[in-house]
């Protein structure tokens, strides 16, 4: 069964402080894998996706297929990093898309 | 600016009742997703349209059915409806389907609430 979990309800760091938000996934085939994040009173939004190899926002995620991992790095959190991160994977189709229960960081000061 | 835009943003209804959820999708879109997020939970995809026909289904039952209309806006349609339907109904589009077009864009959502 397809499955996403983030096993962080709450991550909370200091401001410039490195951030690592977990992200384990279970799917047999090849899965597309995302990070979507929802800041305060704002959509839910794309962050970035594997396929792509960006680095948005100064945040990278590396998919780790023998581990089956996609987790999210920053080197130096900031303040305004502070959302809800949610990790969420879908087939080639896009198709069937499974999202985590997310990880709601809190960058403090 | 996305351009998603859903309606109503809130409802209430009561257990039994049907209820139909708006949604339009970004200008040239033709694929429509329809999720349901749960307080404290990540959105469950419910089922996704692709040029007016279903083209994919999550683990929902037949109560829950959708319509996606020429203009590219959409409907969700719940029957008979249930306490635990209470949750943020979120609709996303994408200007099509296949690797290249699997980002969503997601509106701000209709908040349910069954009573």
């Known amino acids: 069964a397809q499955r996403v979990t983030q096993p962080e309800k709450l991550l909370s760091v200091f401001k410039g402080a490195p951030v690592e938000l977990k992200c384990n996934y279970s799917?047999?085939?090849?899965?597309?894998l995302f990070w979507y994040v929802q800041y305060s009173r704002q959509r839910l939004q794309l962050l970035l996706r594997h396929i792509s190899r960006e680095s948005i926002k100064g945040f990278t995620a590396d998919l780790n297929k023998g581990e089956t991992s996609f987790h999210l790095k920053k080197p130096f959190a900031q303040e305004e990093d502070s959302a809800m991160y949610y990790c969420a994977l879908s087939d080639n189709y896009g198709q069937n898309f499974v999202f985590g229960p997310g990880t709601r960081l809190s960058v403090l000061p | 600016e996305t351009g998603v835009t859903q309606s109503p943003t809130h409802l209430i209804k009561t257990r039994g009742q049907q209820v139909t959820l708006r949604c339009s999708s970004q200008?040239?879109?033709?694929?429509v997703s329809w999720y349901q997020q749960a307080l404290g939970q990540g959105p469950q995809f419910i089922f996704q349209?692709?040029?007016?026909?279903?083209?994919g289904r999550g683990n929902f039952p037949p109560r829950f059915s959708g319509l996606q209309f020429p203009n590219y806006s959409s409907e969700l349609n719940v029957n008979a409806l249930e306490l635990d339907d209470s949750a943020l109904y979120l609709c996303a589009s994408s200007p099509g389907w296949g690797s290249m077009y699997t980002e969503a864009f997601f509106g701000q959502g209709t908040r349910l609430t069954v009573v």
């Open positions: 349209y692709y040029r007016e026909e279903e083209n």
């Open positions: 200008s040239g879109h033709n694929t």
């Open positions: 799917y047999s085939g090849s899965p597309e």
